[in-house]
């Protein structure tokens, strides 16, 4: 499992992963923890979706799309798709950070 995801998932989101979780443990646990958020602290849960820069059109439509689903796993799913783009956008930048000077624009 990607500690990256697995350490940002704690420190945003409150919750206390151990680093050798399995994904779909994750899952359920981030899940778990959505749904707690839903119900009791939605004003949280917005906050956090905020911070963590899930796309409120692609929620909104993904809600709509599978109307009757469980929400807390579908937000689930979008916020681990949104931190592992962070995490492969940061390597992608770092790489480029490695270009020598005189190659750099």
């Keep these: 499992m990607n500690t990256d995801l697995i350490s940002y998932i704690n420190k945003t989101l409150e919750i206390n992963l ?11 646990k981030l899940s778990a923890r959505i749904n707690h958020l839903i119900n009791h602290d939605f004003e949280k849960l917005v906050s956090l ?4 820069d899930v796309n409120e059109n692609k929620l909104r439509k993904l809600l709509e799309q599978k ?9 689930t799913d ?8 962070k995490i492969k956008s940061r390597k992608e930048s770092k790489k480029n950070d490695e270009i020598p000077d005189d190659e750099k624009w």
């Design 78 to 85: 979008l916020i681990i798709e949104r931190q592992l783009q």
């Design 49 to 52: 979706l905020y911070r963590i």
């Design 67 to 75: 109307d009757g689903e469980d929400a807390a796993r579908l937000i």
């Design 18 to 28: 151990p680093d050798s979780i399995s994904f779909d443990e994750l899952k359920q």
